[in-house]
C-alpha cells in the first residue's frame, strides 16, 4: 500500500513492464512448502488494511493452530514511528521498499535466514533481482505485493481533468481536494509535479519548493486521508472531489455501487507513484517462529492470488492458473501507464521529509 505505498536505483519501465509479463504469461513448475517448522501462539501483524484478509488468515490460522492479531496504520510513518517505539508488540510488519533502509540502520529489524523460507525460490524472476531488501549481505525483508498510486477522480463534476498532479493544486476544485497524510509520498509527488529532477534526492533548493507548493496545497485540501476506507467514503459522498488512489480498485468498487458519481483514474504524465510492500521481523519479535511459518505461507497461492483477485495487486509469485481472465485483463492494463510509473526508492533524508510534512501540517 502507499500505501500505500511494498516498500533501487532508477528503476522504472524496463523492471515493471518484465513484472507484468511474467505474472500474465510466465508457466511456472515451481511448488509450494510448508513451513520447516510447526510453531504455534499468537501472530502480531503491523499491517495495511487488506493485508489479514479472512480468506488466507483463517487458513494459517487452522495449520498452525495460531491466532492471528492486527494492528492497522494509514500512513509510513506511523508504521515506522511504532515499530521504532514498539517494536516488541509485532512480529511482522509491512514497510514499503523506500522505508527497508531506514528500519535497518535503526536497528529495528532482525536478517532473515534464507534457509527458513522454502518458498523464496517461486518469488518471480523480477522481485528475486531486487537489491533493496538487503543491506550488508543480509536479507532483511521479503516481498509481498505492489501496485501503482494515479490518481482517483470525480467523473461526473471533473469530466476531462488534464492527466497531471496539477489536479490536486487546482484552485477551481479549493476544499474539494484529498491528499496522503504521509510524508515521503507527499513530498515525491509534490517533487514530480514541480517537475525536480530526481524526486528522491532533493537538494535544499528543492526541498524549499517542495515546501512551499505543499503549504499553498494545504489551503485547497479537504482532508488528508490515512486509509482506502476513509477515501472511499469521502469520493462517495462528494466531499472530495480528487486525491492519490491510496488503494488500487476503489474506483472500479465505487462505481460497482451504482452510487451518484462515476469515477475514473489517471496516470498523471510527471510520473505516478510504483509502491512494492514487504515482510519484515521486528528484532523484538514476540513469536519469530510464527513469523517465519507466515513469510512462507505467504508465497503461495492462497495469498497472492488473494491478493490479485480482490485487490488487483500485484504478485510475488505465478497466479495466472489461480486467478479468472477478468482479473488477469484488470492488472494488465495498467501495463498501458507502465511508463509513467515512479518505484518508490529510500529518499536522501527522511527525517527532513517528516519535519517539512509535520510543518505542512501545522500550517507552518
Known amino acids: 500500500m502507499i500505501h500505500r505505498f511494498f516498500r533501487n536505483r532508477k528503476l522504472r519501465a524496463v523492471a515493471l513492464v518484465m513484472a507484468f509479463a511474467l ?21 502480531r501483524l503491523l499491517a495495511w488494511a487488506g493485508y489479514d484478509d479472512p480468506s488466507w488468515i483463517s487458513e494459517f ?7 492471528v ?46 534457509s527458513r523460507l522454502p518458498n523464496l525460490k517461486n518469488m518471480l524472476p523480477f522481485w528475486q533481482n531486487q537489491n533493496y531488501y538487503e543491506v550488508g549481505g543480509d536479507m532483511y525483508a521479503v516481498p509481498f505485493t505492489g ?60 526541498f524549499e519548493l517542495v515546501k512551499q507548493s505543499l503549504v499553498e496545497q494545504s489551503a485547497l485540501i479537504r482532508k488528508y486521508i490515512t486509509g482506502e476506507d476513509e477515501e472511499a467514503n469521502l469520493l462517495a459522498s462528494g466531499e472530495i472531489l480528487a486525491a492519490p488512489e491510496i488503494e488500487p480498485g476503489i474506483a472500479d468498487e465505487l462505481n460497482a455501487e451504482g452510487g451518484e458519481y462515476v469515477f475514473a483514474e489517471l496516470f498523471p504524465k510527471e510520473g505516478a507513484l510504483a509502491w ?50 477478468e482479473t488477469k485483463a484488470k492488472v494488465a492494463n495498467l ?30
Not at 509450494?32 to 504455534?40: A, I, L, M, V, Y
Not at 484529498?178 to 524526486?199: E, K
Not at 495469498?303 to 504478485?315: D, E, R, T
Open 23 to 43: 505474472v500474465l504469461t510466465a508457466c511456472s513448475s515451481a511448488t509450494e512448502s510448508g513451513s520447516p517448522e510447526s510453531p504455534t501462539g499468537q501472530l
Open 61 to 67: 490460522e487452522q495449520q498452525y493452530d495460531a491466532e
Open 69 to 114: 492479531v492486527t494492528t492497522y496504520v494509514g500512513s509510513v510513518d506511523e508504521m515506522f514511528a511504532k515499530v521504532r517505539t514498539q517494536g516488541e508488540n509485532f512480529d511482522i510488519v509491512f514497510p514499503d521498499s523506500s522505508s527497508i533502509a531506514r528500519y535497518v540502520e535503526t536497528g529495528l529489524l532482525r536478517p532473515l535466514d534464507r
Open 147 to 206: 501496485g501503482a498510486t494515479p490518481i482517483i477522480y470525480n467523473a461526473t463534476l471533473i469530466p476531462d481533468p488534464e492527466a497531471s498532479w496539477g489536479l490536486l493544486w487546482n484552485k477551481e476544485y479549493a476544499g474539494k481536494l484529498g491528499m496522503l497524510d504521509d510524508s515521503n509520498n507527499s513530498v515525491v509527488i509534490t517533487a514530480l509535479y514541480l517537475g525536480l529532477d530526481d524526486p528522491f534526492n532533493l537538494s535544499d533548493a528543492d
Open 276 to 325: 512494492v510492500d514487504n515482510m519484515v521481523i521486528p528484532d523484538g519479535s514476540p513469536n519469530p517462529d510464527l513469523a517465519y511459518a507466515f513469510l512462507n505461507f505467504a508465497l503461495t497461492s492462497t495469498v497472492q492470488a488473494g491478493l490479485v483477485s480482490k485487490y488487483s495487486f500485484l504478485p510475488v509469485i505465478d497466479v495466472q492458473a489461480f486467478v479468472s481472465d
Open 335 to 364: 501495463a498501458e501507464f507502465i511508463d509513467q510509473l515512479q518505484l518508490l526508492q529510500a529518499p536522501e533524508d527522511p527525517e527532513r521529509r517528516v519535519q517539512i510534512w509535520t510543518e505542512v501540517r501545522a500550517g507552518s
